[in-house]
């Protein structure tokens, strides 16, 4: 079945530094990414989707500045969260379709990631 | 209002119980609804589609009512390992979006 890789599974940095998530299909094409984000005993967020090759549609409230994503290729997407303050601190999740395939969305394992 | 709401939970029950959950979306325009279980610290799951027919899958059971714009699931014969957040999650065709419901913790007991 379609996977989709996701690493570091969880960093710590410090506050003020960046930090760069990675998503890698592979076994299919991921046509569009989606970032999410997920505080304590909260549902997941959606942070942006991206389509590979063109620039991310960040949602209401999401700084495209702070989170920088890119999508290059068919297989990968990096989600950069820049100088990053303890607020940031949360679980970040990728998920990947190939939606001219209909796949249907396959997630990634979760980052966990802590600014002290 | 969001977009999806769910039941608050959480939900303990005892092993064996049948329980429910509900979920209701906002958009009438949404045109696909799943259930997605996320076990603690790990990414969601996708537990089943929903139809409009109702479909099941062994001791789940989905329903979905598009006039009433509202979803279900129920669990049968709970067992310890269906302890877990359950997401009703609905696809607006908007760029293929998913939005997560707030998710509903359920703890099954011994």
């Known amino acids: 079945g379609a996977v989709v890789s996701q690493h570091p599974s969880w960093v710590i940095c410090k506050s003020g530094t960046s930090v760069k998530i990675e998503c890698r299909s592979l076994?299919?094409?991921?046509?569009?990414m989606f970032w999410y984000r997920q505080f304590p005993k909260q549902s997941l967020m959606l942070m942006a989707t991206?389509?590979?090759?063109?620039?991310?549609?960040?949602e209401q409230g999401v700084e495209k500045d702070k989170f920088l994503i890119n999508h290059a290729s068919l297989t990968l997407s990096t989600l950069t969260v820049t100088s990053a303050h303890p607020e940031d601190s949360s679980f970040y999740i990728c998920?990947?379709?190939?939606?001219?395939?209909?796949?249907?969305?396959?997630f990634g394992s979760g980052t966990r990631l802590t600014v002290v | 209002r969001k977009e999806v709401e769910q039941d608050p939970g959480p939900f303990n029950v005892p092993e064996g119980a049948t329980v429910a959950f509900n979920c209701t979306y906002s958009?009438?325009?949404?045109?696909?609804f799943f259930w997605y279980r996320q076990d603690c610290r790990k990414e969601p799951k996708l537990l089943m589609s929903?139809?409009?027919s109702g479909n099941e899958d062994g001791r789940f059971t989905a329903q979905l009512n598009r006039a009433s714009q509202y979803i279900s699931l129920l669990i049968r014969d709970s067992k310890l390992s269906d302890s877990a957040t359950y997401l009703c999650?609905?696809?607006?065709?908007?760029?293929?979006?998913?939005?997560f419901g707030q998710g509903t913790e359920l703890s099954v007991k011994p």
């Open positions: 991206s389509n590979e090759g063109s620039k991310a549609t960040y």
């Open positions: 958009n009438s325009a949404s045109q696909s």
């Open positions: 999650v609905v696809n607006n065709n908007q760029g293929g979006k998913l939005i």
């Open positions: 998920s990947a379709t190939d939606r001219a395939s209909g796949y249907g969305y396959t």
């Open positions: 929903v139809y409009s």
């Open positions: 076994d299919f094409q991921a046509t569009t």
